[in-house]
């Protein structure tokens, strides 16, 4: 599945109506951005980030460790935590392992990560081994702090108190698939029916999870050897999920996939496996197919409002002049409401005027374009068969 990316609670452009429309399943909120505005306890006191913004679908946060150490300044990195200045305000504030857990548990998201250092490119293999290490013993600090504090049900869940789960259905409602099923096909319905003051006029075809689960993160630089001992030992502490991280950080594009490929052999195949921060269509199809079950990326969102198209003739900048008369769809074989609406030149035009509406146009036609590669490449998946392995020249 792909993530659209609601960095402060919002995907860019579009609002959680579009969102439903468009079939997106899970959003990523990151915990950084939410912390420092408008704040975790604003948001726990509005009863959780899904009552919050009024998404019942599923939500999963990032631990803030990459934004600490790609946004924020004068940072200092002990083994406690991080000591950072927020890029809004200059204040300062402290992020570990405790807190990251801490400030997810509130915002109520269904995944949560566990703190890491994402590890600079490039980097000496002294420095990516203390950081692969110390990322390890984080795993370790995030699980146990996860395990004693996370909440049962997550804030804007809560069961009436004769209508506790039992253990069992916590065990399904924990085995999602995409689709919002148990494993056994069932509807999970785990909300309570307070949760229907906001926005419920019309009904969605998923709630999302009332549990929350922890994800580990695989670190190690783009050295095998780290990546494959990150891989195993993350695994040997035990998560719900695991994720690839440390990658989009201004390697060779085919760098990231040769580490993908070899990670993801020391990663289970019956857990979720997420790759974090990737990519292109192309590159999450691939993806995909290897074997990478999550991924999330601010590509098509942000391109968009840069006037950069997704479609199935390769990629279009919609501010070119050549397109100031073109009366065809932004991408013939696309079916999103943009596509079936509005020709290339509105398009151009709206983007030449600088109107708001360029911006959430050009999103909505992204994310589809994104979202519908994704279903198409589950539904190749499941016609080859659950469980068989592909390579890579399968994809080709
Ligand atoms: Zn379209």
């Known amino acids: 599945m792909f993530m659209p990316v609601g960095t402060l609670g919002s995907v860019k452009a579009v609002s959680q109506e579009t969102l439903e429309e468009l079939g997106a399943r899970i959003l990523l909120a990151n915990t950084y951005h939410l912390y420092l505005r408008p704040g975790v306890e604003v948001v726990r006191r509005m009863g ?70 994402c590890t600079e490119y490039p980097a000496e293999r002294e420095r990516v081994r203390d950081s692969m290490e110390m990322t390890l013993r984080w795993a370790e600090r995030s699980k146990r702090y996860f395990e004693q504090h996370s909440q049962y049900p997550v804030p804007g869940t809560r ?22 099923r148990s494993a056994s096909g069932s509807r999970i319905s785990a909300r309570d ?64 996939r040769e580490i993908v490929e070899w990670t993801l052999e020391f990663l289970p195949r019956d857990k979720p496996r997420y790759l974090m921060g990737v990519g292109t269509p192309e590159e999450i199809a691939l993806y995909a197919r290897m074997g990478v079950d999550m991924m999330d990326c601010v590509l098509p969102t942000r391109a968009a409002r840069h006037g950069l198209l997704f479609t199935s003739e390769g990629r279009v900048s919609i501010k070119q002049a050549r397109y100031a008369e073109d009366a065809g769809p932004m991408d013939p074989a696309c079916e999103c409401g943009v596509c079936r609406r509005y020709s290339r030149a509105y398009l151009r035009h709206l983007y030449a005027a600088n109107e708001l509406l360029a911006q959430t146009l050009n999103t909505v036609h992204n994310l589809h374009f994104y979202l519908e590669t994704m279903r198409r490449v589950r539904r190749e998946l ?7 392995p592909m390579t890579t020249e399968d994809t080709e």
């Open 48 to 117: 959780g980030l899904h009552r919050f913004m009024a998404w019942k679908r599923a939500i999963l946060t990032d631990s803030g460790g990459f934004q600490v150490f790609s946004l924020s300044e004068l940072r200092k990195v002990t083994e406690e935590g991080v000591t950072f200045r927020s890029h809004l305000d200059g204040s300062t504030h402290f992020l570990s392992p405790e807190r990251a857990m801490e400030i997810q548990i509130g915002l109520g998201a269904d995944i949560i990560m566990a703190f890491d250092e």
């Open 159 to 180: 069961y009436p108190a004769s209508h506790q789960p039992s253990d069992a259905s916590r065990q399904k409602s924990r085995s999602l698939d995409y689709e919002g």
């Open 193 to 256: 029916d307070s949760f229907s003051e906001v926005a419920d006029h019309r009904p969605l075809a998923t709630d999302h999870c009332s549990t929350q689960t922890l994800f580990g993160i695989v670190q190690g630089g783009m050295d095998r050897e780290l990546r494959r001992e990150s891989a195993l030992r993350t695994v040997e502490i035990g998560f719900a999920g695991y994720a690839i991280g440390g990658l989009s950080v201004g390697e060779p594009r085919e760098m990231t």
């Open 382 to 388: 499941s016609t080859v068969g659950k469980g068989k």
